[in-house]
Structure formats: C-alpha cells, structure tokens
C-alpha cells in the first residue's frame, strides 16, 4: 500500500490549494478514504472523509464551506481542494485508507502566511 499526497506549498491568507492524495497497492474503489492535518504542537485532526464510491462526504466544522474532497476511482487518486484559506489552516496535511489497517502518506506542507 502506497499513498503519495502532493500539492502543498505557502499560499497568501484566501488563497487556494488542492492537494492531491495518489493510491497504490490496493482496490481504491473499495475503501473509504480521509485527510488529516497535523499542524505544530498539536494533535493530528480529522478534516474530511470520503465514501469508497465518493456519494458521502464529511467535513471538520472548522473547514465545512471552504474545503471539498472528492475522488477519482478511475486514477486511483482522492483530492481536497482548499479554498479561502486562514493562517490557521497551516499544518502537514496527510491522507488516509479507511478500513480494518491503517495506512497514512507522508504528508505535504501547508503554510497559509502573508
């Protein structure tokens, strides 16, 4: 099991970003997917989860409205477009395989700063 997210970098307080999370190594259509974020000193947070066939989606009410998650069963890759972005959004964002092991990628850098 592989899971490569891409896409972080330093964005101005507004702006917008979408990561990208790349599967491999197993049925992506069958597992439920999510995205974490981890920002310094702080414990790791749930921000979005995903259904296997993308129909449900859930979000921390710290980023309902602002961030959409989505997937593509056909290039094996979940997405989190980030949108009106806060300094507080600023944290290594990670993504994660549902079902019974748990598998994370190694994260991407979001920087939200002037």
């Known amino acids: 099991v592989r899971l490569v997210e891409s896409g972080g970098g330093l964005v101005q307080p507004g702006g917008s970003l979408r990561l990208s999370c790349a599967a491999s190594?197993?049925?992506?259509?069958?597992?439920?997917m999510s995205w974490h974020r981890q920002a310094p000193g702080k414990e790791r947070e749930l921000v979005a989860l995903?259904?296997?066939?993308?129909?449900?989606?859930n979000y921390a009410d710290s980023v309902k409205g602002r961030f959409t998650i989505s997937r593509d069963n056909a290039k094996n890759t979940m997405y989190l477009q980030m949108n009106s972005l806060i300094p507080e959004d600023t944290a290594v964002y990670y993504c994660?395989?549902?079902?019974?092991?748990?598998?994370w990628g190694q994260g991407t850098q979001v920087t939200v700063s002037s």
């Open positions: 994660k395989r549902g079902g019974g092991s748990v598998y």
């Open positions: 190594g197993f049925t992506f259509k069958n597992y439920g």
């Open positions: 995903i259904s296997s066939t993308g129909g449900t989606t």
